[in-house]
């Protein structure tokens, strides 16, 4: 059987919403902004917010959606849009941009920084060309993926549309598809799968938009991953072999990607209440996964030890996408649909 796996060179180690509308879908857009300055959060989690930060002349390095951000082992801030002049956006800390590159990814929507020793690498999924791309962080492509036809669940290619990857200790990696059917489909390192699990429907093992995967490892011993279940307004736990372990909801939030910084779950909320205006906002979660902060958004209230539903300021931000941060725990926040906006920094304070 002809491979489905496509290698560049000689070594191996080296997607919008869903459920509501179309990732296409225009807002009504509202004219609304933030002083800079303000200062955002809640408890410990307090920011100060600068709009300013990366913000590039768009006749030389435009973007369309900035969808995902990084940080490399070197402190470059490398984000991820589906601008076709320029994929991939590295930035320093003080906003300048060091370099760009990629062209040929329309529907570059999830970016995820691979550390294999001394080496960094990229996962990028395009939802647009239904395929998953390893590349070195100079842009040479690794590796390509198409559409998992071995889960014997995809009629063609046109049903799967990655959205992110999750990478485990042993080098083994997790692709969501969270705009297509609503599987995990694992893949050892170099490539050969291994299996899947989820897909779309309402019971415990399965996804409505598992739009973002992330590898858990507060607990150390036992790494787990977190996977979204958007349009449910809740994050999902599995065992690496795909078990399902918990489910943890945040009503009222359509839940990005989540990451992990220290003992800390941050993720960005695109929606809250309604997708026909700007109404995001970030949340942070503690080590016991109970919500400290919402930056842009109205304080975390629990009743009965039970969240209520979380509320937009619907002025910090419009709809934010994910987060970064840095070593010195300020935010980063791409935004999707957003008058092609640039990253919105949140500096701790």
Known sequence: MKSRRRFVGKSLLALGAAGL???????????????????VGHGDFKYRVNKEWGVQDPSSVPVKDCHEMVQDRKGRLILLTNHTNNNVIFYDKSGKVKSTWGGKFPGAHGLTLSQEGEEDFLFITDHDRHMVFKTTLDGKILMELEYPKETGVY????KYKPTEVAVAPNGDFYVADGYGQNYIIQYSASGEYIRHF???GDGEEQFQCCHGVTLDTRDVKNPTLLISSRTKQEFKRFTLEGKHLETIQIPGAWVCRPVIKGENLYFAVIVTKTWDSFDGMIAVLDKNNKVVSFPGGMAPDYENGKLKPASSDRATFFN???VCIDD??????????SKNTYPVKLERI
Do not use: C, L, M
């Open 328 to 337: 010195d725990e300020n935010i980063y926040v791409p935004q999707w649909a």
């Open 198 to 200: 989820g897909g779309t």
């Open 155 to 158: 009629e063609e290619p046109g």
């Open 21 to 39: 509308v179309s990732p296409v879908q225009s807002f009504n857009i509202v004219s609304r902004a933030t002083s800079k300055g303000e200062i």
């Open 320 to 322: 934010p996408h994910d």
